[in-house]
């Protein structure tokens, strides 16, 4: 049974900064997703396996970075210059697949969310 937790989330005034981290039971392909209330789920960023590979959503690139430790099976989403429109829950989620998926249907394990809340 793969296990995501993770942290890091919080409340921030806009403009500034939060990094979340995913704790993952093994090596996989990871993804960041967010869903804000009353919306659907969204694709952030992902990050393959091995780290060499890496991709971000139109909306957050310039302001989100994602990257991963592989000796401690982590995977991290450092956030700058936020803005109100940020805030939501945001999910780590995890495939065994080799590609880099950004739809919900590409990760067959997800974290249970961490709340990431920007204040105007």
């Known amino acids: 049974q793969v296990q995501l937790v993770e942290s890091g989330g919080g409340l921030v005034q806009t403009g500034g900064s939060l990094r979340l981290s995913c704790a993952a039971s093994?090596?996989?392909?990871m993804g960041w997703f967010r869903q804000a209330p009353g919306k659907d789920r969204e694709f952030v960023a992902a990050?393959?396996?091995?780290?060499?590979?890496?991709y971000r959503a139109d909306t957050v690139k310039g302001r989100f970075s994602i990257s991963r430790d592989n000796a401690k099976n982590t995977v991290q989403l450092q956030m700058i210059a936020l803005k109100p429109e940020d805030t939501a829950v945001y999910y780590c989620?995890?495939?065994?697949?080799?590609?880099?998926?950004?739809?919900?249907?590409?990760?067959?394990?997800w974290g249970q969310g961490t709340q990431v809340t920007v204040s105007s």
């Open positions: 093994g090596r996989y392909g």
């Open positions: 989620a995890a495939t065994a697949a080799y590609g880099l998926g950004s739809g919900d249907k590409d990760y067959e394990y």
């Open positions: 990050i393959s396996a091995s780290g060499g590979r890496t």
